[in-house]
């Protein structure tokens, strides 16, 4: 080859090492660029969905808070964020980005994040925020019907918005996403969930509500109260009742009685077999005692159909509320003075009905100033302009205490209860197992307004089959005095000394669980057992003078597989109970 | 928004009326017993307030192979009193897992059936004493919840007990010794680190032993 043939070549390779080294330097500085603007943009969004997590939760208080004002304003800020957000992930950069190996999965998942919380910000919260909790109140004893359908038609939408956002979110990968995204989504998603939880709950209860208070027709309704002062697993005996009428959102009472009235049935209902097995025919025979089982439903379908062979009449559920109740509710109408001089105060009242009327007056003065007294209020109720929040906050703490407990003989309307505190069903199944410790009054007296009693639950060992070793330290303490109390109080003393307070505990295991051990005061202690609702069960006598202190400990297993920190379940008191769990560290660490 | 808030409606309509009757929660109660027995019946009904466990079961937990003693009161004096043993399965009665029925419709107890020469009894008698109160050893033979109802044969007094059969595995209450649960890692443990000490020792001494070498050559 000659000289000037050697230099066009080195030339030419020179220019085509050139030109592919501009088109590397181009594809490169491209490269850089996309990512960069990718990484601002990833970072602009970052940014826009940290202000839409804060004002989030700034939404949640200000509801909780009832500062509706201030909430909506939050709202509108909250949509802009997740809206910049939104906007930010949808760009032509970041849709081929996603389509990159290695960081395109971690794109696609902050993408359908801020679309989750775009979509949830702009068609579900504006409606539950919208939802005015004043219409689930009734005004002059009405409750307006058509309002709540109305509402219910929207929460139906809320909730179908944020299932379908949790189905788009269910369907991202979490597999090889970076630490702080998989983090992010999967709290994202343990939210929506409980979002789901109350969205559906609220949805079935705004289309249960309306029947149930007689849009379709009229219902009748067994009132009972629950009297604390002779303990039942459930609360209290189930003293007097009142036969409701609801029709067309319009509640009123139709008339009062007493379980003394219903008295001993002569042929006793059928009573479940593992109810029998642990009680006898007494919850089948005596209204006082349909509640020895804590399973409400159990309880208020026996007392309808004693209701039924009293009265003759067929009601389409039972009711029960208790004195304490009572007491939160004059909390939020205020004072009312029963005509005789008597005034019920909130922090009174519970004495008032559960001791005073027992210890000051007779037989047929209690009988007057019981009706006096429901009159009173009664009419307090219908005059007095009530705050409609402290209504609602006295109404959720009585359910949360299992103080209001409601059952339906309708089986579709029960099942929209479900598990619910206000269903008051033991469930045979749960996701955390739990351990009650339920109260029967065994002296036949009113000595149950003088209990003080407190339970510890400590989680022990892990053991064969998944299973988990609990310890329960249960204390009752009698505060009654030594001598002065009337008959009324002391009534049948089936404990021998009548100021000595017999109460029966009946201890349950988690479904599928074991009772290994029960010791009174640090001795061995006979004990009658029994099986309800796949729970073993003991019953303890535990007997208790007047200033003394008994402590019953009981040793039990969960059932197989047990996962979740144990809770208990306890007989609502007239004086609350103290409590603690002792956690330990899960058996699979 | 929550369900008992959403519920609450019906609770607060409802209640509007409920509070008189919370105010009637103590009103007098039944009439406390004194039920008039009708003539001819054999025991006066138990009047309305319960009563401590007439069947006593100790220990209500067992491991197949020990036995629990059944302790019975109130039955009648030098009465006969039969006792049926019903046995159901640990893991059954799961909602949604029917029990297996016969063409009857009684239900059939599955339980894990354990090596036993002689299976205990599911029905026997015992006598009670004149205090009408009587104790029997039972060593049941199967894993189970069993369920022993005791009737007296005159009195017709009837009472039950329940008490879980486990596997037979290191009882956690036999003696207060708990199972220990996981892996025993000690000896491992203690063999590796040995062997990782051995090596150290021997690689040290391979160092020494060339370095003086090379002092030697030098």
């Given at each position: 080859?000659?000289?000037?043939?050697?230099?066009?070549?080195?030339?030419?390779?020179?220019?085509?090492?050139?030109?592919?080294?501009?088109?590397?330097?181009?594809?490169?500085?491209?490269?850089?660029?996309?990512?960069g603007?990718?990484?601002?943009?990833?970072?602009?969004?970052?940014?826009?969905?940290?202000?839409?997590?804060?004002?989030?939760?700034?939404?949640?208080?200000?509801?909780?808070?009832?500062?509706?004002?201030?909430?909506?304003?939050?709202?509108?800020?909250?949509?802009?964020?997740?809206?910049?957000?939104?906007d930010?992930?949808?760009?032509?950069?970041?849709?081929?980005?996603?389509?990159?190996?290695y960081?395109?999965?971690?794109?696609?998942?902050?993408?359908?994040?801020?679309?989750?919380?775009?979509?949830?910000?702009?068609?579900?919260?504006p409606?539950?925020?919208?939802?005015?909790?004043?219409?689930?109140?009734?005004?002059?004893?009405?409750?307006?019907?058509?309002?709540?359908?109305?509402?219910?038609?929207?929460?139906?939408?809320?909730?179908?918005?944020?299932?379908?956002?949790?189905?788009s979110?269910?369907?991202?990968?979490?597999?090889?996403?970076?630490?702080?995204?998989?983090?992010?989504?999967?709290?994202l998603?343990?939210?929506?969930?409980?979002?789901?939880?109350?969205?559906?709950?609220?949805?079935?209860?705004?289309?249960?509500?309306?029947?149930?208070?007689?849009?379709?027709?009229?219902?009748?309704?067994l009132?009972?109260?629950?009297?604390?002062?002779?303990?039942?697993?459930?609360?209290?005996?189930?003293?007097?009742?009142?036969?409701?009428?609801?029709?067309?959102?319009?509640?009123?009472?139709?008339?009062?009685?007493?379980?003394?009235?219903?008295?001993?049935?002569?042929?006793?209902?059928?009573?479940?077999?593992?109810v029998?097995?642990?009680?006898?025919?007494?919850?089948?025979?005596y209204?006082?005692?349909?509640?020895?089982?804590?399973?409400?439903?159990?309880?208020?379908?026996?007392?309808?159909?004693?209701?039924?062979?009293?009265?003759?009449g067929?009601?389409?559920?039972?009711?029960?509320?208790?004195?304490?109740?009572?007491?939160?509710?004059?909390?939020?109408?205020?004072?009312?003075?029963?005509?005789?001089?008597?005034?019920?105060?909130?922090?009174?009242?519970?004495?008032?009905?559960l001791?005073?009327?027992?210890?000051?007056?007779?037989?047929?003065?209690?009988?007057?100033?019981?009706?006096?007294?429901?009159?009173?209020?009664?009419?307090?109720?219908?005059?007095?302009?009530?705050?409609?929040?402290?209504?609602l906050?006295?109404?959720?703490?009585?359910?949360?205490?299992?103080?209001?407990?409601?059952?339906?003989?309708?089986?579709?309307?029960?099942?929209?209860?479900?598990?619910?505190?206000?269903?008051?069903?033991?469930?045979?199944?749960?996701?955390?197992?739990s351990?009650?410790?339920?109260?029967?009054?065994?002296?036949?007296?009113?000595?149950?307004?003088?209990?003080?009693?407190?339970?510890?639950?400590?989680?022990?060992?892990?053991?064969?089959?998944?299973?988990?070793e609990?310890?329960?330290?249960?204390t009752?303490?009698?505060?009654?005095?030594?001598?002065?109390?009337?008959?009324?109080?002391?009534?049948?003393?089936?404990?021998?000394?009548?100021?000595?307070?017999?109460?029966?505990?009946?201890?349950?295991?988690?479904?599928?669980?074991?009772?290994?051990?029960?010791?009174?005061?640090?001795?061995?202690?006979?004990?009658?057992?029994?099986?309800?609702?796949?729970?073993?069960?003991?019953?303890?006598?535990?007997?208790?003078?007047?200033?003394?202190?008994?402590?019953?400990?009981?040793?039990?297993?969960?059932?197989?597989?047990?996962v979740?920190?144990?809770?208990?379940?306890?007989t609502?008191?007239?004086?609350?109970?103290?409590?603690?769990?002792?956690?330990?560290?899960?058996?699979?660490? | 928004?929550?369900?008992?808030?959403?519920i609450?409606?019906?609770?607060?309509?409802?209640?509007?009326?409920?509070?008189?009757?919370?105010?009637g929660?103590?009103?007098?109660?039944?009439?406390?017993?004194?039920?008039?027995?009708g003539?001819?019946?054999?025991?006066?009904?138990?009047?309305?307030?319960?009563?401590?466990?007439?069947?006593?079961?100790?220990?209500?937990?067992?491991?197949?192979?020990?036995?629990v003693?059944?302790?019975?009161?109130?039955?009648?004096?030098n009465e006969?009193?039969?006792?049926?043993?019903?046995?159901?399965?640990?893991?059954?009665?799961?909602?949604?897992?029917?029990?297996?029925?016969?063409?009857?419709?009684?239900?059939?107890?599955m339980?894990?059936?354990?090596?036993?020469?002689?299976?205990?009894?599911?029905?026997?008698?015992?006598?009670?004493?004149?205090?009408?109160?009587?104790?029997?050893?039972?060593?049941?033979?199967?894993?189970?919840?069993?369920?022993?109802?005791?009737?007296?044969?005159?009195s017709?007094?009837?009472?039950?007990?329940?008490?879980?059969?486990?596997?037979?595995?290191?009882?956690?209450?036999?003696?207060?010794?708990?199972?220990?649960?996981?892996?025993?890692?000690?000896?491992?443990?203690?063999?590796?680190?040995?062997?990782?000490?051995?090596g150290?020792?021997?690689?040290?001494?391979?160092?020494?032993?060339?370095?003086?070498?090379?002092?030697?050559?030098?």
């Amino acid at each position: 080859m000659s000289r000037r043939g050697r230099r066009r070549s080195r030339r030419r390779t020179r220019a085509r090492i050139r030109r592919a080294l501009l088109a590397g330097l181009v594809a490169g500085a491209l490269l850089v660029a996309g990512a960069g603007w990718v990484g601002f943009r990833g970072w602009q969004a970052r940014a826009h969905l940290l202000n839409a997590a804060g004002l989030a939760r700034e939404l949640s208080a200000q509801v909780v808070g009832g500062d509706f004002d201030r909430a909506q304003r939050t709202l509108a800020a909250l949509q802009e964020q997740a809206g910049a957000a939104r906007d930010a992930t949808g760009d032509a950069g970041w849709w081929l980005g996603q389509r990159t190996p290695y960081a395109g999965d971690d794109l696609g998942a902050v993408r359908q994040i801020a679309v989750a919380i775009d979509d949830l910000a702009r068609r579900a919260f504006p409606t539950l925020l919208r939802t005015d909790l004043a219409t689930l109140l009734p005004t002059q004893g009405r409750l307006d019907v058509a309002r709540l359908r109305a509402v219910s038609a929207e929460l139906t939408a809320a909730d179908a918005a944020v299932r379908q956002t949790r189905a788009s979110l269910d369907a991202v990968p979490t597999e090889n996403l970076v630490d702080q995204i998989r983090t992010a989504l999967t709290d994202l998603r343990v939210q929506i969930d409980r979002l789901v939880g109350l969205t559906g709950a609220a949805d079935k209860g705004a289309k249960v509500l309306p029947p149930l208070l007689g849009a379709d027709g009229p219902r009748t309704y067994l009132l009972v109260s629950q009297n604390l002062a002779e303990l039942r697993a459930t609360g209290g005996m189930f003293g007097a009742y009142a036969v409701i009428r609801a029709e067309n959102g319009r509640v009123r009472m139709e008339k009062q009685g007493t379980s003394a009235q219903i008295g001993r049935l002569k042929r006793p209902l059928s009573v479940d077999p593992e109810v029998r097995a642990l009680w006898a025919d007494l919850p089948g025979t005596y209204p006082a005692d349909v509640n020895l089982t804590p399973h409400f439903p159990t309880a208020a379908k026996l007392y309808r159909d004693m209701y039924r062979r009293h009265a003759g009449g067929t009601v389409d559920g039972v009711l029960a509320v208790d004195p304490v109740v009572l007491s939160y509710l004059l909390q939020a109408t205020g004072p009312v003075r029963v005509p005789g001089g008597t005034t019920l105060t909130g922090d009174r009242v519970v004495r008032t009905l559960l001791s005073d009327a027992y210890q000051k007056l007779d037989g047929g003065g209690q009988d007057a100033f019981f009706a006096a007294s429901a009159a009173a209020v009664f009419d307090a109720f219908l005059t007095k302009n009530v705050n409609h929040r402290a209504l609602l906050s006295a109404f959720d703490r009585s359910i949360t205490e299992r103080r209001i407990l409601f059952w339906s003989a309708r089986p579709e309307e029960q099942q929209t209860l479900g598990d619910s505190r206000l269903a008051g069903a033991l469930p045979d199944k749960e996701s955390a197992p739990s351990v009650g410790v339920y109260l029967n009054d065994g002296s036949g007296a009113k000595l149950g307004y003088y209990l003080r009693q407190s339970a510890t639950l400590t989680v022990g060992n892990c053991v064969e089959d998944g299973r988990r070793e609990l310890r329960l330290r249960f204390t009752l303490h009698s505060a009654a005095p030594k001598s002065g109390l009337s008959e009324s109080v002391l009534g049948l003393g089936k404990a021998g000394d009548p100021y000595t307070a017999r109460t029966l505990v009946s201890v349950y295991t988690p479904p599928g669980g074991a009772v290994l051990a029960t010791r009174l005061d640090g001795q061995p202690t006979p004990v009658g057992s029994g099986v309800e609702r796949r729970r073993q069960v003991v019953l303890a006598n535990v007997e208790v003078r007047p200033g003394a202190t008994r402590t019953l400990e009981v040793d039990l297993l969960t059932g197989r597989n047990s996962v979740g920190t144990p809770e208990l379940r306890l007989t609502p008191t007239a004086t609350p109970w103290t409590t603690q769990v002792v956690t330990a560290t899960s058996c699979n660490q | 928004m929550r369900l008992s808030r959403i519920i609450m409606a019906l609770t607060v309509g409802l209640a509007v009326v409920a509070a008189p009757t919370a105010a009637g929660a103590a009103q007098p109660q039944p009439a406390p017993g004194v039920p008039q027995p009708g003539p001819g019946t054999p025991q006066p009904p138990p009047d309305y307030v319960p009563g401590p466990a007439k069947l006593i079961a100790e220990p209500t937990t067992i491991f197949l192979g020990k036995s629990v003693l059944l302790t019975g009161t109130g039955f009648g004096p030098n009465e006969t009193v039969r006792i049926v043993v019903t046995v159901a399965p640990l893991a059954a009665s799961v909602p949604g897992q029917a029990p297996a029925r016969r063409s009857d419709g009684s239900a059939v107890a599955m339980a894990a059936v354990a090596y036993a020469p002689q299976p205990a009894p599911r029905e026997f008698t015992v006598q009670t004493d004149e205090n009408g109160r009587f104790t029997v050893r039972y060593r049941p033979t199967v894993v189970g919840q069993l369920t022993f109802t005791a009737t007296g044969l005159e009195s017709g007094q009837v009472a039950s007990a329940t008490v879980t059969v486990l596997k037979k595995k290191r009882a956690p209450h036999d003696g207060g010794k708990l199972p220990v649960t996981g892996d025993d890692m000690g000896t491992p443990l203690k063999v590796g680190g040995g062997l990782v000490g051995a090596g150290m020792v021997l690689m040290l001494t391979t160092f020494a032993w060339r370095r003086r070498n090379r002092f030697n050559v030098n």
